[in-house]
Structure formats: structure tokens, C-alpha cells
């Protein structure tokens, strides 16, 4: 079994109005919030082995945080400009892509993709706010595999909010 982390970035800031959306930063709360679940990631033994991370500034300062406070490591980190608001079939494709033979792939992204990607793939609906993580169990022996059939075992098996944490 395979072991997929879906995460929203965390919690951004609007601090600079002429910042383009792409680079805007992570807020002092959203960079507790990713050492949060980065953290708590390594406590129940889910410290991703690969990071697909969007290009955006917030996106990727989050992946950093979490590859650190997972003890992932930065090395584990690969910045994507696909997943840059990207639609439900463009995260499968990347995780397809990338996935190789890593056992737990973690995506973060934005939503609305990460939340519709999570429904198709899970069946069911979720929410998905800033610094959320879903652990999505995934019956597969190679992630090129993930969505070929139907009736691929996928299993929503946790959702963290960071206010759950608190």
C-alpha cells in the first residue's frame, strides 16, 4: 500500500496588496501551522519521502517547513509550476510522474484543485482548509499505477485541521 499526504498550503498573507498571488508569503500563522503538521507528521510516523510542492511562494515555503520539522529533509522537496492551481488530473499526473517507488508522496497544493482532487479520488467530499492534511491510503504497488482502475482501493484514513491540533 501506498501512502498519499494531501496538504493546502498554509495560511497565507494579503499584508502586500501588490504582491502577484504567486509570490505572496506565508503569515506568522500559517508558519506555525505547517511546523504544527510537519511535527505531527513525524509523530504518527508520515514523514513523506518525496514533497511535490506548487511553485508558489507560500506553497513552497510551507514544504520547507514541513520537510524540516518532519525531518523529511529539504532534499526530499521538488518545486512543481504545474501545481500552481492545478485541476484534479494534473495532480494525478504529477503524482504519477514523480511517485516512483517512494512509499509516502505528500502534494501541496491549493484549493479548489486539492479538494477536488481528494473528492474523485476519495468518494467523498471534504474540506480542506489552509495547512490541512488528508492521509489517503492507496492499494498500488507503483504509484504510475494511482487511478488506472476503478476500483483501486482508495481510502481517506485521516484529515488534520491545524485547529484540531491546538
Do not use: C
Amino acid at each position: 500500500m501506498k501512502r498519499l499526504l494531501l496538504m493546502r498550503h498554509a495560511k497565507s498573507s494579503w499584508k502586500d496588496s501588490e504582491l502577484p498571488d504567486h509570490e505572496r508569503p506565508l503569515k506568522k500563522k500559517g508558519q506555525k501551522d505547517a511546523e504544527q503538521m510537519g511535527k505531527m507528521l513525524k509523530s504518527k510516523d508520515l514523514t513523506p519521502d518525496l514533497i511535490l510542492s506548487s511553485s508558489a511562494a507560500r506553497a513552497r515555503e510551507t514544504a520547507e517547513i514541513v520537510a524540516e520539522t518532519s525531518k523529511a529533509g529539504k532534499k526530499s522537496i521538488v518545486v512543481l509550476d504545474t501545481l500552481y492551481m492545478a485541476e484534479p488530473q494534473i495532480i494525478l499526473d504529477t503524482i504519477r510522474d514523480h511517485g516512483k517507488d517512494h512509499k509516502t508522496v505528500m502534494v501541496i497544493g491549493h484549493n479548489p484543485g486539492m479538494e477536488a482532487f481528494l473528492q474523485i479520488a476519495n468518494g467523498g467530499v471534504e474540506s480542506l482548509p489552509t495547512a490541512a492534511v488528508a492521509y489517503v491510503g492507496v492499494q498500488i504497488d507503483k504509484w504510475k499505477q494511482f487511478g488506472e482502475k476503478k476500483g483501486d482501493e482508495v481510502k481517506l484514513k485521516k484529515l488534520w485541521r491545524p485547529k484540531d491540533l491546538d
